[in-house]
T-cell receptor, first 110, second 112 residues
Framework: GQNIDQPTEMTATEGAIVQINCTYQ??????LFWYQQHAGEAPTFLSY????GLEEKGRFSSFLSRSKGYSYLLLKELQMKDSASYLC???????????FGAGTQVVVTP | DAMVIQNPRYQVTQFGKPVTLSCSQT?????MYWYQQKSSQAPKLLFH???????NEADTPDNFQSRRPNTSFCFLDIRSPGLGDAAMYLC???????????FGPGTRLTVT
């Protein structure tokens, strides 16, 4: 079967760093995406990896190891507004089919 | 601003009463998606279109159907909603399917 696994919840302090891990086993792989979703809102795109290594975008970085079926999203200098669910999604074919993980709820405390 | 628009934002329907959700986009993207998302769960892909090519997920119930009359519009029809169909329905687009998806604000469906 196909699985995308993420921790359910993580708590961190304002100003700290949090790393959200994602492991995947899918029938195909054409890229891994991270989205942020605030409660009751639509997901918004954060980061994308198709090759192994680290992609950095401001306070957010994402890492991919295709051989290990593993990615992480690193959130630095946490702010209260970063409290949200973070979704890991794998594009499983070349036509744009995506499979999502259930999301990791990040709670930022003062 | 270019965007993905969903109407209505909130929809209440009765058990068994057909309902249609709509999505429009001004991004001129080729690919459009419908997802169902229940509380604290992953968005579940129901359908996606690459241009007019329709792709139905194997586990999408027959109760759900979709139409894409042109590039800009896509509709989700639920023929006989059950209590288990209460969820957030998200429409998304992607320029070619190889890039990130842009999501609409969603329609929250309640079934009474």
């Amino acid at each position: 079967g196909q699985n995308i696994d993420q921790p359910t919840e993580m708590t961190a302090t304002e100003g700290a760093i949090v790393q959200i891990n994602c492991t995947y086993q899918t029938s195909g792989f054409n890229g891994l995406f991270w989205y942020q979703q605030h409660a009751g809102e639509a997901p918004t795109f954060l980061s994308y990896n198709v090759l192994d290594g680290l992609e950095e975008k401001g306070r957010f970085s994402s890492f991919l190891s295709r051989s290990k079926g593993y990615s992480y999203l690193l959130l630095k200098e946490l702010q209260m507004k970063d409290s949200a669910s973070y979704l890991c999604a794998v594009r499983t074919d070349s036509w744009g089919k995506f499979q999502f993980g259930a999301g990791t709820q990040v709670v930022v405390t003062p | 601003d270019a965007m993905v628009i969903q109407n209505p934002r909130y929809q209440v329907t009765q058990f068994g009463k057909p309902v249609t959700l709509s999505c429009s986009q001004t991004l001129n993207h080729n690919v459009m998606y419908w997802y169902q998302q229940k509380s604290s769960q992953a968005p579940k892909l129901l359908f996606h279109y690459y241009d007019k090519d329709f792709n139905n997920e194997a586990d999408t119930p027959d109760n759900f159907q979709s139409r894409r009359p042109n590039t800009s519009f896509c509709f989700l029809d639920i023929r006989s909603p059950g209590l288990g169909d209460a969820a957030m329905y998200l429409c998304a687009t992607s320029r070619t399917g190889t890039e990130e998806q842009y999501f609409g604000p969603g329609t929250r469906l309640t079934v009474t």
